[in-house]
C-alpha cells in the first residue's frame, strides 16, 4: 500500500508501534478508522520529529 509515511517502515519503531496499536485494536480499546499504516505512520513522524525538536534544543547554549 503507498502512503506518505513509506520512509519510516524500515525504522524499528514502526514495528514496535504497529503491534501495540493491534494490540489495542484486538483487545477492542480503539476502532481504527483509517488504514494501519497511515495510524502507524503518523505516530512514527510524531516520535522521530520530538526528537529532531529535542536534539536542537540541546545544541542551543544556555542562558
Not at 496499536?21 to 483509517?34: K, Y
Not at 494501519?36 to 526528537?51: F, R, T
Amino acid at each position: 500500500m503507498r502512503h506518505p509515511y513509506k520512509k519510516y517502515e524500515q525504522d524499528g519503531i514502526w514495528t514496535t508501534v504497529s503491534q501495540l496499536i493491534a494490540d489495542q485494536r484486538d483487545n477492542h480499546d480503539i476502532e481504527l478508522l483509517t488504514p494501519m499504516a497511515y495510524a502507524v505512520g503518523y505516530i512514527c513522524k510524531g516520535l522521530h520529529d520530538s526528537q529532531a525538536q529535542g536534539e536542537a534544543s540541546r545544541r542551543k547554549p544556555q542562558e
